[in-house]
């Protein structure tokens, strides 16, 4: 099943798009997937702010600030311009998590690391990040 039939938009070259990203998702809330044009692996996420998240994937502060997650390893191997930048489906900000988790069923991604919708719970930590917590 490939998830781009799902897509409601689809960036083909973020790195060229930001403007376009910006201004067509800016005061938008929903559902996105990144999905890595090299291994076809998805990841699924939600925000309130779907613009301004899609910007934050070509941070390297961003992308430095979560430096155990799959997915920002693999933008940081194949560059984020090796993906897709695409949004499933908008919705109201309070039904982000629910509709999430319909995706996260549906696709069952391979870069998220819950397969809970606004949850770690289940998610195994790194013994530096459990003493960070511990602190």
Same mark, same amino acid.
Not at 9 to 38: Q, W
Not at 113 to 118: C, Q, R
Not at 124 to 133: G, P, Q, R
């Given at each position: 099943?490939?998830?781009?039939?799902?897509? @409601?938009? &689809?960036?083909?070259?973020?790195?060229?798009?930001?403007?376009?990203?910006? #201004? %067509?998702?800016?005061?938008?809330?929903? $559902?996105?997937?990144?999905?890595?044009?090299?291994?076809?692996?998805?990841?699924?996420?939600?925000?309130?702010?779907?613009?301004?998240?899609?910007?934050?994937?070509?941070?390297?502060?961003?992308?430095?600030?979560?430096?155990?997650?799959?997915?920002? @390893?693999? &933008?940081?191997?194949?560059?984020?311009?090796?993906?897709?930048?695409?949004? #499933? %489906?908008?919705?109201?900000?309070?039904? $982000?998590?629910?509709?999430?988790?319909?995706?996260?069923?549906?696709?069952?991604?391979?870069?998220?690391?819950?397969?809970?919708?606004?949850?770690?719970?289940?998610?195994?930590?790194?013994?530096?990040?459990?003493?960070?917590?511990?602190?």
């Amino acid at each position: 099943m490939s998830i781009l039939l799902y897509a @409601k938009r &689809i960036y083909f070259s973020p790195h060229t798009d930001k403007v376009i990203i910006s #201004l %067509e998702n800016f005061n938008s809330s929903g $559902v996105y997937a990144l999905i890595c044009m090299v291994t076809n692996k998805v990841y699924i996420g939600s925000s309130i702010k779907l613009g301004a998240r899609f910007l934050d994937y070509m941070q390297p502060a961003y992308l430095g600030s979560r430096p155990n997650s799959p997915l920002v @390893k693999a &933008i940081i191997k194949y560059g984020y311009i090796n993906f897709y930048f695409t949004v #499933l %489906e908008t919705c109201k900000p309070y039904e $982000v998590l629910e509709r999430e988790q319909y995706w996260l069923d549906l696709i069952s991604p391979e870069y998220n690391l819950s397969p809970t919708a606004g949850s770690t719970l289940g998610v195994a930590l790194s013994e530096e990040t459990k003493a960070k917590i511990g602190i």
